[in-house]
Each structure stands twice: as structure tokens, then as C-alpha cells.
């Protein structure tokens, strides 16, 4: 396929057809995957999300760029085999070369006019947080397509704001980028010998992501459960459970046995309370074991209603069976305080040998219709689609 893309082989492409099929109409955004754009299709004129993707860093030799790309090909017929009405459809997907010569993957996907998660989100910031139920009812949707594929054995791996979208037709709540989550990471490719811990190619959000992706351990559905926690906690509070952006100042955060609940974030959420600080469990054997089950004990413990003192109805904490129950936390706090330690161990010595750089999704302008429990209507515009799921 040639030498490894580079990004100005992915800029001003324009006009251009790919694979005799892919008119490229405009660039719509650019981070550390690569590019997308917006592409009509020829055969049936469609709008379609054209995504173009660089390999990972530090895959130069000829025999580890086609393991990259037989990779990708792989993880996108894994990701064709989700089939829910929520989760954003691949078009087409494989490899081609920009009349540069310069070869790229690519995938091709349903074009979705709205805007992001995290535009609406942030639109709103400082009206306060929702309740659980109207937090529960925009995201019940995700939790349902989350939970599709992890009864496939598919995890995401960058469940975030800016990878939901809201259709502004429809306000239909839509999920993005299940894509290349094991492609778009070079210890992933055959051969290649590395341990997450030591190449440390982050592909994923930093602010969204578990402490086993902080850490390189290995990620599944519990990774999800997590980001789910981490999302519901940002609609509840109005605010996004971790300050920090930064990868070495989220560290402390991510990492802190106090996980940052609703109610350590001064929201009280009633019962929902100790099933969130299940879901953001620093173990992932603590957590509930996947999408589903989080999302029953929700609704058992919204389901049960009583009097509050103050005349407020809450909820009852119900007796939830989906996983296995937490065990002491003083006992995990003293074993995870040495994990910590070492996960700073591996960060630091990355940072002295070249530094982390991490990388967020690019942001498009974006507009359309947000969902009726988050605000009025706004201008229509482009979505973002940026990708950097990671590996397990």
C-alpha cells in the first residue's frame, strides 16, 4: 500500500473520487485517526461519512503496514455484524490509494445530519443536571446498543459525548464509532511484540476512559460499563466527572479510590448512587458485567418509588443480582494503591522517553435538533465524527 499517510496526504482532497464510487464534497474534521469527509455516493447518491485512516505510529516497514491494513479489515467485518437501529451502519469499508499514491483505509458511513452529545452538552452547561429518569431516557438508547454488541463479545472502547450524536430531523440519539478499535492500535498488529504499557498509542479519550486503559491492562464490556458510568454522572451533574484533560494531572482522578459519583460531585441521585459507584469500580470484576445489566439495575431502582422526608419521591436501592458483589473497599483500596504506584511508574517513563500525546476528537461545526429532555432546537450544521477507539 505504500509508505505510512501522513496528515497533509489527508487534507484538501476535495473533488476527489475514491474507488470509483466516493466523490469527496468537504472536509469535515481531522484528530489522530486521520480524516473524514463528507462523500456522496455515486451509486445511489447518498451522503456518506467518508473516513480515511493513517496507520498507527511507528508501523514503517512494509510487511507491518499490510498487517495493519489486513487488521482493519478484519476489526470492520466484526463491526458490520452489529445490527442496531442506534449504532451508525458501515457502507463499505477496505483499503485504497489518494491519487498521491499514498495508501489509507477507509470506511464508509450513513451521514448523519445533527450534532454531537457534547455540543448540546456544553451548550446547556450551568441549567444543572437532569434526574435520573430524564438522564436515563436520553441515554437508554446507548445502553441498548452497547449492550447489542456486547452480546456479540464487541466492545467500544471510546464511549464519550462527542460519539453520540442527536439526528436533528428525528432527535434520535445515535452511536458512532465501534470502528477499528483494535486495528487503529499498533501493539494489535501481528508481530509486532509491544505491550500497550510500553508503545502507549493512545487511541481512546483520556477523560472518558477505565483505569485498565490508563493502565494498559485489558479492556472489554467492563471498560464500557465505566464510560456509561462516567456519562451518566456528566448528565446528572452538569458537569464532566474528571477536570483534568491533561494525562498526567487525570491520573490522580482516574485513579482515586473515592470514584467521582454524582454525590461526591454534590448531586444527590438517591439510589442510583451506589450503582454508579459500582460501574466506576477502579476493578473491573466489580462492576456490573456489562451494559445490560447496568441498565436493569437502573430501572429496578427507579421502578420502586417512596416518601421521601422532604415530600420528594426517590427510589429504593434494590437487591441487584448482575455480577458479583463488591467486596470490601478498604481491602481494594490497599491493593489498588500498588497498582497505582505502578501505572505511574509506566507513565513517567513514557513521558521521559518522548511524551504522551493525546489526542481528542475534532470538533465540526455542529447544529440540529437536541433532544426534547436537553434543550431547543438549534441551527442545523455538520456533526463531529471524529475516531480514536482503542485496543484491547
Known amino acids: ?11 484538501a482532497l476535495e473533488g476527489i473520487t475514491l474507488e470509483g464510487r466516493y466523490v469527496l464534497e468537504g472536509f469535515v474534521a481531522e484528530g489522530g485517526f486521520g480524516a473524514v469527509y463528507r462523500a456522496r455516493d455515486q451509486r445511489d447518491g447518498r451522503d456518506v461519512a467518508l473516513k480515511l485512516l493513517k496507520a498507527p505510529e511507528g508501523l514503517n516497514a512494509a510487511t507491518e503496514l499490510q498487517q495493519f491494513f489486513e487488521r482493519f479489515t478484519l476489526e470492520a467485518r466484526v463491526i458490520e455484524k452489529i445490527r442496531h437501529p ?3 451502519q458501515v457502507a463499505e469499508f477496505g483499503t485504497t490509494k489518494l491519487p498521491s499514491g499514498v495508501g489509507v483505509a477507509f470506511i464508509a458511513l450513513e451521514w448523519i445530519d445533527g ?34 454488541a456486547h452480546a456479540l463479545g464487541i466492545a467500544h472502547r471510546d464511549l464519550k459525548p462527542a460519539n453520540i450524536l442527536i439526528e436533528r430531523a428525528s432527535q434520535r440519539v445515535r ?11 499498533k501493539d494489535e498488529v501481528a508481530g509486532s511484540g509491544a505491550s500497550r504499557s510500553t508503545s502507549f498509542n493512545l487511541t481512546f479519550s483520556p477523560r472518558y476512559a477505565a483505569p485498565e486503559q490508563l493502565s494498559g491492562a485489558r479492556t472489554g464490556p467492563w471498560t464500557d460499563v465505566h464510560a456509561l458510568g462516567l456519562l451518566l454522572t456528566e448528565v446528572l451533574t452538569d458537569r464532566p466527572a474528571y477536570v483534568a484533560t491533561d494525562l498526567i494531572k487525570l ?9 467521582p459519583t454524582p454525590g461526591h460531585l454534590g448531586v444527590d441521585v438517591g439510589p442510583w448512587e451506589d450503582l454508579i459507584d459500582r460501574a466506576l469500580s477502579l476493578r473491573p470484576d466489580d462492576r456490573f458485567a456489562d451494559a445490560g445489566s447496568f441498565l436493569a439495575a437502573l430501572d429496578q431502582a427507579l421502578e420502586r418509588p417512596v416518601a421521601a422526608a422532604s415530600g420528594a419521591v426517590t427510589a429504593v436501592l434494590p437487591a441487584v443480582s448482575a455480577g458479583p458483589p463488591k467486596g470490601s473497599r478498604v481491602g481494594r483500596t490497599v491493593a489498588l494503591a500498588v497498582g497505582v504506584l505502578a501505572v505511574l511508574g509506566v507513565v513517567a517513563s513514557v513521558v521521559l522517553r518522548s511524551g504522551p500525546q493525546v489526542t481528542t476528537a475534532a470538533r465540526a461545526p455542529s447544529a440540529g435538533s437536541m433532544a426534547a429532555s436537553l434543550t431547543a432546537p438549534a441551527a442545523p450544521s455538520l456533526a463531529d465524527a471524529g475516531v480514536r477507539p482503542n485496543a484491547r
Open 1 to 11: 500500500m505504500g509508505a505510512r499517510p501522513v496528515g497533509k496526504d489527508l487534507r
Open 86 to 88: 442506534v449504532v451508525v
Open 115 to 148: 450534532e454531537t452529545l457534547e455540543a448540546a452538552l456544553t451548550r446547556r452547561r450551568g441549567q444543572g443536571g437532569r434526574s435520573p429518569s430524564e438522564a436515563l431516557h436520553l441515554l437508554r438508547p446507548i445502553f441498548e446498543a452497547v449492550q447489542a
Open 175 to 185: 452511536l458512532l464509532d465501534f470502528g477499528i478499535a483494535k486495528a487503529m492500535q
Open 251 to 259: 491520573y490522580p482522578e482516574a485513579l482515586n479510590p473515592r470514584r
